[in-house]
């Protein structure tokens, strides 16, 4: 059976391309860059007479929006790890100092051999101002007012470094054969005491070094003062350091530890003496 097709009438046309227009409009042509006929997330394609083919300014302003935000979170990592490494472990500036005893002549351990009836010393107490019971290294930036170091430390209590060194300087001076320190049992007091009083030990902003302090040896079965003096010694640095400064506080020490030896190898040599055993 034949269709007879009938000439479109000037209204059907109009109608037709009117429709064939808005359908047109709906679904514009697709790029030939998308495969499948789909276009990706956030993509647009641009209808109208600047349509076919091209992306609209929303995408435009989507992948700016997409770039930046990339480029921000790039940028807060970038600083997160610059950050990181700010907390990342530092080396400790601190130093940590002692004081030093007297060198040990090679003398004096057959000094000790030959004289096996040497000097039994007890030493202390010995009491340092409160200023100077501290880790911190002091110094004296005026007569009214101290510094505290911020790095550089006693490595162990003064009190107990300032026994320990003139203990050991004794030793070297004196034909020593038993050394306690304070407090001792009641049964092993020795034959004498040697009682210090600390005024100062500390450098000045100067860099000079100053040791005052009062001193008393004592014969400790009957509690009687033998010798006592005060000793005051200001020394000069090499360098302005703290590690000259604690170097000069060790000699300062070791001349202090003379005094003292002098005063108690005379009084021994006194008491040994045959007029002091007849009295």
Same mark, same amino acid.
């Given at each position: 059976?034949?269709?007879?097709?009938?000439?479109?009438?000037?209204?059907?046309?109009?109608?037709?391309?009117?429709?064939?227009?808005?359908?047109?409009?709906?679904?514009?042509?697709?790029?030939?860059?998308?495969?499948?006929?789909?276009?990706?997330?956030?993509?647009?394609?641009? /209808?109208?007479?600047?349509?076919?083919?091209?992306?609209?300014?929303?995408?435009?302003?989507?992948?700016?929006?997409?770039?930046?935000?990339?480029?921000?979170?790039?940028?807060?990592?970038? #600083?997160?790890?610059?950050?990181?490494?700010?907390?990342?472990?530092?080396?400790?500036?601190?130093?940590? =100092?002692?004081?030093?005893?007297?060198?040990?002549?090679?003398?004096?351990?057959?000094?000790?051999?030959?004289?096996?009836?040497?000097?039994? #010393?007890? /030493?202390?107490?010995?009491?340092?101002?409160? @200023?100077?019971?501290?880790?911190?290294? *002091?110094?004296?930036?005026?007569?009214?007012?101290?510094? #505290?170091?911020? @790095?550089?430390?006693?490595?162990?209590?003064?009190?107990?470094? =300032?026994?320990?060194?003139?203990?050991? &300087?004794?030793?070297?001076?004196?034909?020593?054969?038993?050394?306690?320190?304070?407090?001792?049992?009641?049964?092993?007091?020795?034959? @004498?005491?040697?009682?210090?009083? *600390?005024?100062?030990?500390?450098? &000045?902003?100067?860099?000079?070094?100053?040791?005052?302090?009062?001193?008393?040896? %004592?014969?400790?079965?009957?509690?009687?003062? !033998?010798?006592?003096?005060?000793?005051? !010694?200001?020394?000069?640095?090499?360098?302005?350091?703290?590690?000259?400064?604690?170097?000069?506080?060790?000699?300062? %020490?070791?001349?202090?530890?003379?005094? /003292?030896?002098?005063? /108690?190898?005379?009084?021994? *040599?006194?008491?040994?003496?045959?007029?002091?055993?007849?009295?």
């Amino acid at each position: 059976m034949n269709r007879i097709t009938r000439p479109m009438s000037r209204f059907s046309l109009s109608r037709w391309k009117s429709s064939h227009r808005l359908r047109s409009r709906s679904n514009p042509p697709l790029s030939p860059f998308f495969k499948g006929g789909k276009f990706p997330i956030g993509l647009k394609p641009l /209808i109208g007479k600047e349509g076919k083919g091209r992306f609209c300014a929303d995408w435009r302003e989507t992948s700016a929006a997409n770039f930046l935000e990339r480029t921000l979170v790039f940028v807060l990592l970038g #600083l997160s790890l610059a950050g990181c490494g700010n907390f990342s472990p530092r080396p400790d500036p601190s130093r940590f =100092f002692t004081l030093t005893a007297i060198a040990q002549p090679g003398a004096t351990a057959a000094k000790e051999s030959s004289n096996p009836g040497g000097v039994s #010393l007890g /030493i202390g107490p010995i009491r340092l101002p409160g @200023y100077l019971d501290r880790q911190e290294i *002091v110094t004296r930036v005026s007569p009214n007012r101290i510094d #505290l170091s911020e @790095y550089d430390h006693w490595a162990e209590p003064l009190e107990t470094n =300032f026994n320990r060194v003139l203990g050991q &300087n004794l030793s070297v001076l004196l034909p020593i054969n038993r050394l306690v320190f304070f407090p001792w049992e009641s049964t092993r007091s020795p034959a @004498y005491q040697v009682e210090i009083e *600390v005024l100062r030990f500390e450098a &000045n902003a100067a860099g000079d070094v100053q040791l005052s302090a009062r001193w008393v040896v %004592l014969e400790t079965s009957k509690k009687a003062a !033998l010798k006592s003096g005060e000793t005051l !010694l200001v020394r000069q640095p090499a360098a302005k350091s703290t590690d000259a400064a604690v170097a000069m506080l060790s000699e300062t %020490l070791g001349d202090l530890s003379r005094e /003292i030896a002098s005063a /108690i190898g005379a009084i021994a *040599v006194q008491k040994s003496s045959p007029g002091a055993a007849s009295k």
